[in-house]
Every structure is written in C-alpha cells, then in structure tokens.
DNA sequence: TTGTATGCGTTATCAC
DNA sequence: GTGATAACGCATACAA
C-alpha cells in the first residue's frame, strides 16, 4: 500500500528512498532492461512508496518535445467535432499523446489570442477545426514550425497538412440532391462562417448552372440553434419567397425547421423538404427523421492522428491532404415528391 | 512584420537581438513598467521579429505551477459535459488556465491510467465528471495534493470539493412527478453506470414509498443511443410487463422509446409517458417534445471554475459542496392523462 | 533601471 | 550495471 506519499514526488525523492542515483530511478522508468532485477524492484518499491509520476514539464524542457497536441474547435457541441476529438484523442493515446483542446466559440479574435497562448505550450502539432484564414494566425503557425493539421474544411492552400471534404463540393452536392428529387425553389439557412459561406457559393453556382432560381440563402451568426431554425423558418413563411426545400448549415437548425412547420401544419416533405448538415446522433430521431449531409468525424480524427503520429516518428506521409469525403443520408424529411400522377 | 522569425524563440535570442540581459526580457514580459520606456520598446519589438512566446514548460518547472486544469469526462458527446466544459475553460481562460481534456469513454480502467498520465502534467487542479469510487485512484489523489472537484455527483464522502446535484434526488424526483400525473406502472432505461444505478435505486424506493408497483427497470453498459432506447422499447412491448410510463437516464434513449413508439402506433403521451434526463439541445426538437430532466452543466462549470479560483489565490472557500439542482422540464411527452371523464 | 547567479526536475552523455 | 555532470528555458533573490 502507498503509504506516506508525498505531493509531487521528485525522482530525487525516489533515489535516495532506493540507494540509488537518480540516472537509475530514470532509467527504472524509461530502459527497466537495462538495470539488475533486484536493483529494479528496489527502485519500483521507491516509486511505488512516494507514489512517484514524472514531472512532464521537466520531461518537455529537457527533451524539447512535450507529447501534448493542441485541437482548436470552435465548439465542443457539435456532433462532428466531438467524434473527431474523441478518436484524435484515443489514437494520440496508444502512443502517450493527450491533447489539449481549445474553443473559439465561433468568435474570430478569439482564435488568435487562444493559438499564441496554445504554443505557450510547445505542443507536438496542432490541429485546427477549420482552415486558418487570418494573415497573423498563419504567419504564427508557420513561424513556430510546428505541425499543423487543418481538419474538416480541404482548401487548396492549406498551412501544412490537411484532412476534411470540401465545402464547396458538400454545397454543390446538396444542391443537386435536391435537384435530383424535383424540387426547384431553393432556400438555405446556415451560419455566416467562412466555411458555410463557401458552401452556400457553391450551393448557389450549382442552382444557376441547372437553370434553377436563384436560392434565398439566410446566414447568421453561428451557433445555430432549434430556436433559430424556428424564427427562420417563421420569417420565410411570413415574408419569404415561395419555397419547396431547404437546406440548413446545421441539422439543429434544421429540427427547429420541422417543429414550425409541423406547428404551422406544414407537412414535410409533402409541402417542404428540409435537409440538414452533420447528420447529428438525433438527425434519425426527428420526425419526420431528417436527410443530413454525413461527415465523418471519427474518420477525420483518425486520420489526423495518423498524419501526426507519422510525422512525429519521422515517417514520409503519404499525402499532406486527405479528402474524407462526406455522404448525403437520405431519410423521411426529402422524400421524393409524388411521381407524375396517373 | 515578423521577418526571419525562428521556430521556438528562447529568451536568450529576444535578450540578444535587443541587445539586452534575459532578466529584462522576461520583466517586458511579467512586469514591464519596471522598464525604461525605451528598453521596452526595443525588447518588443524583438520578440515580435522572433515571434517570442514563453515556454511554459520553463515556466511551469520554474513556477511549481502549471496554469493547467485537468477535466476527466467519460465522453464529450453528452450536453451537460460540453457544457460544462465550455465554461470552465472560458471561466479559467480569463485567469490564464487552460483546460487539459480527458476522456474515460466509460471505460472504468482507462480512469486510473488517465489519471496516472495526468498526474505527469502537474494540472494546478482535476476536475472528475462523476464520484471517485476507485479506491486505487482516490489514494492517488489525495496522496498528489492537487485540488480535485467532482462534478455532477453529489456524494456525501467527496474527496475534496465537489458541485451537481444528487442524483437519488434526481430518481425521486422523477418517479415523484410521473406519480403525481397519475402513471403507476413505471419503468426505467438506463446505463449502469454508477450513477445511474444510483438514481435508479432512488427512483424504486419513491415507487415503493407511494405504495407503487416496483417499477421495471434496465440497465445497460453506456453509452445509451438513440438505437438503444428503439431496441429497448421493442423488447418491453414483445415480452415486458405493461407500463403506462418510462424514464430514460438519457435523452438520446429516450427519443428512440419515442421513434419506437410512433412506429408502432403508441401514442406518445396518451398510451405511454416517456420522460428523459439531461435536457439536451434537441429534447424541445422531437416529437413529441420530450419531458426532461434538466441539468445545468454550465452552472456546474462555472461553480467549478469559481471553486477552483478561489483555492488558488488561497481565498477561503465559503462551501466545499455546492449542489446546483436540477430542474424538470416538462413538455409533450408526458402531458397529464385525460382527467376523470364527466 | 538593469544584470548575475542559482535552481526548478529531468535526461543525454560520458565515465567508471 | 551504475553514477556524475551538464543543460533544457525561465523567474526569484540579490547585487550593482
């Protein structure tokens, strides 16, 4: 049993309990083969007694590395994010990796004060939850020579590394989803981020190039949320366009789509198809359940991890940007509209 | 602009650029009105050119202080986790702390060795999702000296500090209201996780106290999903006994009672109540709007945050236990049963 | 107002 | 197989 153990025991602590010098409680940890047996058990009985953990701050500053890879999301309540964070951080694990995870919490200065801050730390890479667009923020990472990875948004000129779909193509793809059902008269609820912007472009490009109208695209500060789904969904009813499909930047705001209109005694997808983003864990649980773009979190962070696992044992990667790729669910909010009657 | 910036600056290359001792860099940073205006400029200007950030590896082992605070959640894709999380890094971010996230994915050992690896990054304090149980990991602790908060489980013998709210009360309380509605013949899904059992064990006793049939009770390994509370229902209606109302431990478990039971042409609340915990985002957004137990994981992390302030500036703490309560959110789902017919 | 010496806990290196 | 020494980057204590 650990007995007297005292608060942050040192190795030095450690090596006198033992008879020993330090180098040998070191090595007890690190190289246990290279010591005598019975010098070992004495060492670990030490060790065992102070309840003895290295001091990584120590460890850092001598070996110049920390074991430590920061994540910078803008928030931790998004499905995507999560899953991503969770397998980043599982992988990261298996090889004495922790990650330190960092919320911007949608605001722009913030992520500039977080990432000087984060490299306070020298972590081993860092992983940013979206593509760096600020000049300051880029010349930083850059300078600092650290690994960066820009995960979930794949821009041509990325920082480092990169892994993610790409926006542009999730908004074209949802538009010709849609276009594929029949539906024509378009609307697009999202938040006004860089990344849902670009989506919403493509989205929009890919309606003219079908000839369709033009699609009234609402964005807003994010987060979104049910209740903004609602009040957008509100304010269309009562001054928008005519529409016959929308699709949301986040599949909430999507669910805040379908309780008005079921208020309102609008049916979906008879009267409105709705079709969200992320398919969140609930997008199945909706009624009617709602058609969601897929992205792939875990994938993401699985492959990230890899990337920089690779890169810290010195491996070449085999690409410096990984396209995951993302997938449309189909279920009941978009189903096809009656087929030409008899 | 930050020219030929090298990665990793050190004191000594601001110290000589500037033409100045390492003493007085380190002032321009921690106290620069001690400095000559003049001597100050110059020292900024160097380390805007190097881009110098202080290694807080350096720093921590100087210090005896990290500015790290360790959080251990089971998971991070739970609403009153990420809330929580969200503001005690933004609560601690004010002061300068970062927070340091692991995750246990509800697997009992992977707590001791992430504790363990935890340890090894001196956090100025822990914060643990949950109650220590583990005998192995409640020594660890308190032999570390670390300040450690358990958060969202009030248990009479914590270790430390600790703020939630009891979960035997949250089980009372949740078979109390389903009682004074009219239901009778309960039943409960839920993780079997130790806090579940207990709040399960809780709810039972209320049933037994108000002369109830003994509610029908399943536990499950978590995470509970949205499939799980499907399946779960499913069996109950093949081969269970006949219950008028369920309480989930979650909500997602609880949306899939409510897809299960609309597909089965159970009304939702006529023929059945179903009532969830944790009020999570999407509990307004199903249909029926899903009754719930409501948990402020905000308040949690910013009663945690507060708590751990206050210990490091060596404040007194005015209590050691804070309970935050909870809150029944009722909705659709278990409107009262049709009054006694005129 | 600025500089020098020292030590935080650990490990690479070299010596025995 | 084990030990002594130096150094990682920074801040406290003290000196100038």
Redesign the interface.
């Known amino acids: 049993m650990?007995a007297a153990?005292?608060?942050?025991a040192t190795i030095r602590q450690v090596a006198e309990l033992a008879g020993v010098s330090l180098m040998t409680v070191s090595r007890a940890v690190k190289q246990p083969q290279q010591l005598a047996p019975e010098t070992l058990e004495r060492v670990r009985a030490a060790m065992d007694e102070v309840?003895y953990?290295?001091?990584?701050?120590?460890v850092?500053?001598r070996l110049?590395q920390?074991r430590l890879v920061a994540a910078i999301v803008p928030?931790?309540?998004t499905?995507v994010f999560?899953?991503m964070?969770?397998k980043l951080?599982?992988e990261l694990a298996r090889e004495g990796y922790?990650?330190?995870?960092?919320?911007t919490?949608y605001q722009p200065g913030r992520e500039v004060d977080l990432i000087?801050?984060?490299?306070?730390?020298?972590p081993d890479g860092i992983l940013l939850a979206g593509s760096v667009r600020d000049k300051a923020v880029r010349?930083?990472l850059s300078?600092?020579?650290?690994p960066v990875i820009e995960a979930g948004d794949l821009v041509r000129n990325h920082l480092d590394m990169a892994v993610g779909m790409s926006n542009e193509k999730i908004g074209a793809a949802a538009c010709s989803y849609l276009a594929a059902l029949g539906y024509r008269r378009l609307a697009v609820f999202s938040g006004n981020d860089d990344r849902a912007q670009r989506r919403n472009r493509a989205f929009a490009r890919e309606a003219q190039r079908r000839g369709m109208p033009v699609p009234h695209v609402v964005e807003v500060p994010p987060p979104t949320?049910?209740a903004l789904g609602r009040e957008l969904m509100a304010q269309l009813l009562a001054r928008g366009p005519q529409v016959d499909a929308i699709y949301c930047g986040s599949d909430?705001a999507a669910?805040?789509v379908?309780?008005e209109s079921?208020e309102r005694g609008i049916a979906v997808p008879r009267d409105i198809a709705v079709m969200g983003t992320g398919d969140?864990?609930?997008a199945?649980?909706?009624?009617p359940a709602l058609t969601s773009v897929r992205i792939d979190g875990a994938r993401i962070g699985e492959v990230a991890a890899g990337m920089f696992l690779d890169r810290f044992a010195g491996r070449p990667l085999p690409r410096r940007a990984v396209d995951v790729g993302f997938t449309i669910v189909q279920r009941e909010s978009t189903a096809a509209p009656a087929a030409t009657a008899p």
């Open positions: 650990p153990s005292s608060p942050n309840g953990v290295p001091n990584m701050a120590a850092s500053l110049a920390t928030t931790l309540a499905h999560d899953a964070l969770a951080t599982a922790e990650v330190l995870i960092g919320q919490q000087r801050t984060t490299l306070g730390r020298r010349s930083m300078a600092s020579g650290v949320s049910h909430m669910a805040g379908l309780t079921r969140t864990d609930f199945a649980a909706l009624f």
